[in-house]
């Protein structure tokens, strides 16, 4: 089945600094990737996405790129604030399972003041 | 906005007991689902449910759980003989449609689940 992989663990950044979270997958059949923000005990909610027809998508100070060649995508978020610490997850879903979401083991983000 | 909610935010039980778990998913979404997060994990996916069926159903989703729409707002977890493994975050997700751009799953906030 699909498997998702999900780099690093923990970051920790300055106010301001940039921060990237990347993601692989294994199925080249996966063709939606959403990236959820979950504050502590909190649900999940999804923050942004892209689906494999397209390589960038962009909103405000976040940003996901896809490479579907080397099947991996990656989070970015500009100009950290505060507010942005959370747990980040990616997830990957493939026609060949179905609806339901690989959810990557996500990244404790902790942004500095 | 409209948001999934899910009944009760935390529910605690004896180990080999039945528990229900509640949800409303946003209301003209189609598609139905159940994930849970042992704490400190990942999310990881259960069902997913359609139709008035199940679409899909992960290696988790044993014998002791089931999932129903006793009407046109609701949808359950039932977990028929609790084991202390089951304690977990579980979480409701909706979705329009599957496929196309419809298919962003939104989340309710949780049940913890705590099994004694």
């Known amino acids: 089945g699909e498997n998702v992989e999900q780099h690093p663990s923990t970051l920790s950044v300055q106010e301001g600094d940039s921060a990237v979270i990347k993601c692989t997958y294994s199925?080249?059949?996966?063709?939606?990737f959403p990236w959820y923000k979950q504050e502590l005990g909190k649900r999940p909610q999804l923050i942004i996405d892209?689906?494999?027809?397209?390589g960038e998508k962009k909103d405000q100070r976040i940003a996901v790129t896809l490479n579907k060649t080397a099947k991996h995508f990656s989070l970015h978020i500009t100009e950290t604030q505060p507010e942005d610490s959370a747990v980040y997850f990616c997830?990957?879903?493939?026609?060949?399972?179905?609806?339901?979401?690989?959810f990557g083991p996500g990244t404790r983000l902790s942004v500095l003041p | 906005e409209p948001e999934v909610t899910q009944t009760p935010s935390h529910q605690v039980t004896q180990m080999g007991q039945e528990v229900i778990l509640r949800c409303v998913p946003i209301?003209?979404?189609?598609?139905f689902y159940w994930y849970r997060q042992i704490l400190g994990q990942k999310v990881e996916f259960l069902v997913s449910?359609?139709?008035?069926?199940?679409?899909?159903k992960s290696e988790i989703f044993d014998d002791q759980f089931s999932v129903e729409r006793p009407d046109g707002s609701n949808f359950t977890l039932k977990i028929r003989s609790t084991k202390l493994e089951d304690s977990a975050m579980y979480f409701c997700?909706?979705?329009?449609?599957?496929?196309?751009?419809?298919?962003?799953?939104?989340f309710g906030p949780g049940t913890r689940l705590t099994v004694l």
């Open positions: 997700a909706s979705s329009l449609l599957a496929g196309g751009s419809t298919d962003t799953q939104y």
């Open positions: 449910f359609y139709n008035n069926e199940i679409s899909e």
């Open positions: 199925d080249s059949a996966s063709n939606y």
């Open positions: 209301s003209n979404h189609l598609y």
């Open positions: 997830a990957a879903r493939s026609d060949n399972y179905g609806q339901n979401f690989v």
């Open positions: 892209i689906r494999s027809n397209v």
